[in-house]
Structures are given as structure tokens and as C-alpha cells.
């Protein structure tokens, strides 16, 4: 069992930064991949980011790449989402998921465990 806690989110003007924190229990966590989906209000929840198990593979959606950076502490059973150049659009409660298994993902099925979302509001 894996429990998730985001932290991180808040409101920030178009074209700032913040930083998302993902806190995982479990002594397992370094052997799943991990994910960050986001859902804007009135929409489905999409696809952010991934990191595999041990960080050497990332991947990003097409809207964040270049923008959003993922990393991991696997000694401290964090994960974190850098997002830079934040655009309105980014606005939505951005939550954490683990996968349990090694490779990273972006479809949302194929995560076993969820955080309960951190809210992130850009301004204009």
C-alpha cells in the first residue's frame, strides 16, 4: 500500500513558477514509477508528466514539455513537479499517482495509488 501527499500548489501570476511536492509512504516507492495528472474544472483529467523508478526516463505531455520538469528522491520518498513559464490554462488540481511497476506511463489506468490533488491557479 502506497499513500500519496501533494503539497505545492497555490496561485501564481502568468509566467511564474512553482514547485509541487509529492510525499509517498511505503518502503516500496523506489521500485514504482510515478506520475502527474492535472484536471482543470469541467474537464476529464489528463496527463502531466511520469518519472521511471530509478528518474533516468522522464516523459511529458506535448503542453508542458519544456515548461515542467519531474525529479525524485527515492532516499526521501519525494517527487517533485518543477513548472516554469506558467500559462492560465496550466490552472487545475494537479494530482500525484504511482504505478506499480518500474516504467513510466502516461495513461491514467495503470496507476494503482493517487494523492487527494494540490491546487494550482495561474492569474492573468
Known amino acids: 500500500q502506497v499513500q500519496l501527499v501533494e503539497s505545492g500548489g497555490g496561485l501564481v501570476q502568468a509566467g511564474g513558477s512553482l514547485r509541487l511536492s509529492c510525499a509517498a509512504s511505503g518502503r516500496t516507492f523506489s521500485n514504482y514509477a510515478m506520475g502527474w495528472f492535472r484536471q482543470a474544472p469541467g474537464k476529464g483529467r489528463e496527463f502531466v508528466g511520469a518519472?521511471?523508478?530509478?528518474?533516468?526516463?522522464?516523459y511529458y505531455a506535448q503542453y508542458v514539455k519544456g515548461r515542467f520538469r519531474i525529479s525524485r528522491d527515492n532516499a526521501m520518498n519525494m517527487v517533485y513537479l518543477q513548472m516554469n513559464s506558467l500559462k492560465p490554462e496550466d490552472t487545475a488540481a494537479y494530482y500525484c499517482?504511482?504505478?506499480?511497476?518500474?516504467?513510466?506511463?502516461?495513461?491514467?489506468?495503470?496507476?494503482?495509488?493517487w494523492g487527494q490533488g494540490t491546487q494550482v491557479t495561474v492569474s492573468s
Open positions: 499517482a504511482a504505478r506499480t511497476q518500474r516504467l513510466a506511463s502516461s495513461r491514467e489506468y495503470e496507476y494503482a495509488y
Open positions: 518519472i521511471s523508478w530509478s528518474g533516468s526516463t522522464t
